[in-house]
């Protein structure tokens, strides 16, 4: 198990960017899968991006390709959502997740879970 703690939201204009992290504390934190997952007020969470164990595979939602960038720094047992070019629609809370390392596809079986950090896109 790992705790996660998120930061770097904010408020951001349309077109803006911002870096999320999040902080993991516990033994092995090579050896998990990490996930970005945001929710809206009134919508259902949905999985944003993902980073495989090693750092050899990454996965993004169609909505953020091209957008944003997972990153993660085994040192510093943390991972990074780089988001750039922000539109309304992105705003949510964004929240981390992990998953003991697995060939399962990336977007699912997450196992523990960060409180969410509010990023808020203005128009």
């Known amino acids: 198990q790992l705790q996660l703690v998120e930061s770097g939201g904010g408020l951001v204009q349309a077109g803006g960017f911002l870096r999320l992290s999040c902080a993991a504390s516990g033994r092995s934190f090579s050896s998990y899968d990490l996930g970005w997952f945001r929710q809206a007020p009134g919508k259902e969470r949905e999985f944003v991006a993902a980073i495989s164990w090693s750092g050899g595979s990454t996965y993004y939602a169609d909505s953020v390709k091209g957008r944003f960038t997972i990153s993660r720094d085994n040192a510093k047992n943390t991972v990074y959502l780089q988001m750039n070019s922000l539109k309304p629609e992105d705003t949510a809370v964004y929240i981390c997740?992990?998953?003991?390392?697995?060939?399962?596809?990336?977007?699912?079986?997450?196992?523990?879970w960060g409180q969410g950090t509010q990023v808020t896109v203005s128009s």
């Open positions: 997740a992990c998953r003991w390392g697995s060939r399962v596809v990336l977007t699912t079986s997450y196992e523990d």
